[in-house]
């Protein structure tokens, strides 16, 4: 069986050592980037390798032109799976903190871009991992040099053109993954301009989780993304948050409720800004 969203860790554990199967901890902390590595080297799934949000799941910023967190190349990108060990028949379990997985969504949301479905998010993190009393180990773990072939999809993505052009289009929808807070302009502490995307709606990703940090029922899900997008497909429903990794999550959770995977705009807030001459809205939506 083929796992494309979330996994359950009771399955995920049945699979450890599976050398089919990959694990890959993408723990990371915005305030300490070298956090995630620390608590991986201390104890992680066994048998995972780690990826980090900087180095292995962004590409370089360039100041005043990209965001916070732009794609790294395609090339840049295969090179990476292969190092992780990822190979075209291998299911991928990807996890972080139960912050709300957004770096692991972030991977999930990579490898579908590349081409490769059999990826899924470990439902609440390492924290439920530890909670179901499942084995963890120390140190750094290497996988076997993969031979993973990108199959890129350009129909996943926006730039921050064709996000303008579909704001005058009632057919679509833009969803703002940030918290209600940011959306409003309201107390921005990350980026150096506040407000939104004239047009869009405040969708805060994590809306798609229970309190202990695992994500709702599809049919939960399905339900908040029927108001959110007014019955519109997945071709147009349009995702961006403040620098393209927490809108992922809002990607993968409308997916997981069964509605297909949805737009992203990967730049996000934090590039849209990089523009004066691009409109900012501020206030609720």
């Not at 064709?162 to 990350?190: H, K, M, P, Y």
Request: glycine residues 10%.
């Amino acid at each position: 069986m083929r796992y494309e969203t979330i996994i359950d860790p009771i399955v995920a554990e049945t699979h450890v050592g599976d050398g089919s199967w990959a694990f890959i901890d993408c723990r990371f902390d915005m305030k300490d980037p070298d956090f995630g590595e620390r608590e991986y080297e201390k104890c992680h799934v066994p048998s995972a390798v780690y990826a980090h949000l900087d180095r292995d799941l962004s590409g370089p910023v360039i100041a005043g032109v990209t965001g916070r967190h732009p794609l790294p190349s395609r090339a840049e990108l295969v090179g990476t799976f292969r190092r992780l060990g990822i190979g075209k028949a291998t299911q991928v379990v990807t996890y972080d903190e139960s912050n709300g997985s957004m770096a692991a969504a972030r991977l999930w949301w990579l490898l579908r871009w590349a081409g490769h479905a059999a990826a899924a998010v470990l439902d609440g993190g390492i924290q439920k991992w530890k909670s179901c009393g499942f084995a963890l180990e120390s140190g750094v773990v290497y996988r076997p040099m993969s031979d993973f072939e990108g199959r890129f999809r350009s129909d996943m993505t926006l730039d921050a053109s064709q996000v303008q052009s579909v704001l005058a289009n009632a057919d679509f929808v833009v969803l703002d993954s940030r918290t209600e807070e940011r959306f409003r302009g309201l107390n921005e502490t990350i980026d150096p301009v506040a407000g939104h995307i004239p047009g869009a709606f405040s969708a805060p990703y994590k809306e798609n989780l229970r309190d202990d940090g695992t994500f709702k029922t599809p049919q939960e899900l399905a339900s908040r993304f029927a108001g959110l997008a007014s019955g519109r497909d997945a071709a147009h429903v349009v995702f961006y948050c403040g620098s393209g990794v927490t809108a992922a999550h809002n990607v993968l959770a409308f997916a997981h409720a069964g509605n297909g995977v949805p737009l992203l705009y990967p730049g996000s807030w934090s590039e849209w800004i990089t523009d004066a001459g691009r409109p900012i809205a501020v206030g609720a939506s």
